[in-house]
T-cell receptor, first 114, second 114 residues
Framework: DTEVTQTPKHLVMGMTNKKSLKCEQH?????MYWYKQKAKKPPELMFV???????INESVPSRFSPECPNSSLLNLHLHALQPEDSALYLC?????????????FGEGSRLTVL | AQSVTQLDSQVPVFEEAPVELRCNYS??????LFWYVQYPNQGLQLLLK??????LVESINGFEAEFNKSQTSFHLRKPSVHISDTAEYFC????????????FGPGTRLSVLP
């Protein structure tokens, strides 16, 4: 059973819409991640939050805007997306730099941009 | 920078046959090693991990992997596969003391045939 919860599981949006993906964990982890995964590919890192501060942004376009309201929550705000942004978006958490780096993943949010 | 190689992008195998999925990593220093499994339309689940100690690690569903430092490998094996093992398998590494540096391999699609 996953202890990282993502909502919604499926999202369809137009290119002019604004929507958000949400992620929640209650394992006391201090690092949280957004990954993007296209079909038949490994997850690609987008953002890392460490102790609620953005520590890594992998040159992601500004139409993706992350937010970490507290140590348990992570959001990804979406605006003016392109059809090529359609993918599975995975949230993950880990203990942080003092840990082993093991990532705990949610089930993902399947995004379709029309 | 770390890199992970999974030479086989697809591995078809008949049910009850043995299987080996290969993984090699680039670093010559100590690393943590992981195998993740992704079933269709789901997130990634940790299958097994090597942190230290015994070089042979096992999962609860019959998979095992052996850490070989001299060959920088962490191959995954199962003596008898089931239809339900059909999935995508990702090998990954992270650096001790820098848990956010997590690198995935490209993945191997295991297809178990009846």
């Amino acid at each position: 059973d996953t202890e990282v919860t993502q909502t919604p599981k499926h999202l369809v949006m137009g290119m002019t819409n604004k929507k958000s993906l949400k992620c929640e964990q209650h394992m006391g982890h201090r690092a949280m991640y957004w990954y993007k995964q296209k079909a038949k590919k490994p997850p690609e890192l987008m953002f890392v939050y460490s102790y609620e501060k953005l520590s890594i942004n992998e040159s992601v376009p500004s139409r993706f805007s992350p937010e970490c309201p507290n140590s348990s929550l992570l959001n990804l705000h979406l605006h003016a997306l392109q059809p090529e942004d359609s993918a599975l978006y995975l949230c993950a958490s880990s203990h942080g730099q003092e840990g082993t780096g093991e990532l705990f993943f949610g089930e993902g949010s399947r995004l379709t941009v029309l | 920078a770390q890199s992970v190689t999974q030479l086989d992008s697809q591995v078809p195998v008949f049910e009850e046959a043995p299987v080996e999925l290969r993984c090699n990593y680039s670093s010559s220093v100590s690393v943590y090693l992981f195998w993740y499994v992704q079933y269709p339309n789901q997130g990634l689940q940790l299958l097994l991990k090597y942190l230290s100690g015994s070089t042979l690690v096992e999962s609860i569903n019959g998979f095992e992997a052996e850490f070989n430092k001299s060959q920088t490998s962490f191959h995954l094996r199962k003596p008898s596969v089931h239809i339900s093992d059909t999935a995508e398998y990702f090998c990954a590494v992270s650096d001790p003391g820098y848990g956010q540096n997590f690198v995935f391999g490209p993945g191997t699609r295991l297809s178990v045939l009846p």
